[in-house]
């Protein structure tokens, strides 16, 4: 813990619990605006056994990540938002949280931490901004026209937080836990691509392009797939 500042720790726990309040705020007004809440009740049981089975899916689509040539050898793409993705908008942006953060926690259980944890919670953060915002949308009404919104303002979020993130959260926390410059990870950037100077430009010419690119490529997959998908999960 102390290899991590204190601000960091802070910081996160006071992003995740923003995360699960909003989640869980805009879930009970959608509910309540469709007469969902007893239906939900009646299903607790199949909700906690998808979120598991979802989240199992995730870490197993974790482990088939890769680097893009123009990005920092540390980022790395892969699949494992679209099963959270698909859980979210089959039952509630909160249950995308949760199954969020069962697949990060069973992440480290097999693979434990090599990042001191900062990593962990970028790919919670992150990953939050996009599915929440995103099921959001669809939770109030589920029309394909606002499923693609949802996926649209999902990506775009996740770009804008991880910018934010990055820039003033998680690449200080990097720098502090591996006993780093901040102009070294920097360098990593430079090194791939030259328009790589400063951290302004890292966040925008790497941490973007990155989260535009995975987030995208979730959200068509979303598109061709959650329908039957979906009705598995329900028990259709």
Known sequence: MNEVSIGFVAGSIAVVAA???L?????????KRNGNEKKKQMQSTRRMVNIAMLAAVAIVLMLFEFPLPFLPPFYKIDASELPVIIGAFTMGP???????FVKVMLNI???GTTTAFVGEFANFLIGCSYVVPASMVYYFRKTKKNAVLGLVLGT?????????LNAFLLLPAYSKAFHMEIDALIAMGTAVNGAINSMFTFVMFATA???IIKCGAVSVLTMLIYKPISRILKGE
């Open 23 to 31: 989640a869980k705020l805009a879930e009970n007004a959608a509910d």
């Open 109 to 111: 259980l097999i693979d």
């Open 209 to 211: 392009p990155l989260n």
């Open 156 to 164: 775009v979020t996740c770009a804008v937080a991880g910018c934010l």
């Open 94 to 100: 909160v249950a995308g949280v949760l199954i969020e």
């Open 19 to 21: 995360i699960i309040v």
